[in-house]
C-alpha cells in the first residue's frame, strides 16, 4: 500500500492557523478531493473536527486520537496508532491511503511515507502550525504543474 502525505503548505511553511486553513483557493480543494477521492484517509483528531462535511464523502475516514474512547462525528473509525491506522486503510485494499495531517500526524507520518502531493501556496501566512522540515535530497519530483498560482507538485521517495 502506497502511503502518501497530501498538504497545502504557504512559502513560510505555515499549514494551518487556529485550527483551520488561513487561505482560500478553490483550485487547491478541487485538486484535494479529486486527488483523495475514493481511497482510504487518515486525519488527526482536531483536523478532522475542523472539516466542514464529516465524514469527508466517498472515502473511509480514519481519525487518530490518543483518547481511546473519543468517538467521531459521522462514520469515521477511530484509531489510537498510526500503525492500527495504516491496517485499517490496507483492507479498504485501493492500494494507497492518504495523511491528510495536521502538523503532528505529518511529523509522526513523515518517516513511513512513499510520497507526498503538496500544493505551494505563493504566499507567506500567519500561522500556528507548520509543515515538518523534510531533507529534499531524499524525494525525486515526479509530477508538477501550476494553476492559479498554485503549484502542485507530487514527490517519491528516492
Known sequence: MIKTIIAAISSNGVIGSKNDIPWHYPADM???RDTTRGYPVIAGRKTYESFQIRPLPGRLNIVLSRNADYSAEGDAEVFTSLEAAYTRAEREAKGRVFILGGAEIYRLALTQIDEMVLTHIPEQVDGDAFFPSWER???????????D??????????
Not at 535530497?137 to 494553476?147: A, F, G, K, L
Not at 498560482?149 to 528516492?158: D, K, Q, V
Open 30 to 32: 478541487k485538486h484535494f
Open 137 to 147: 535530497t531524499e524525494w525525486n519530483r515526479v509530477e508538477c504543474r501550476s494553476e
Open 149 to 158: 498560482e498554485l503549484t502542485f507538485a507530487t514527490y517519491r521517495r528516492r
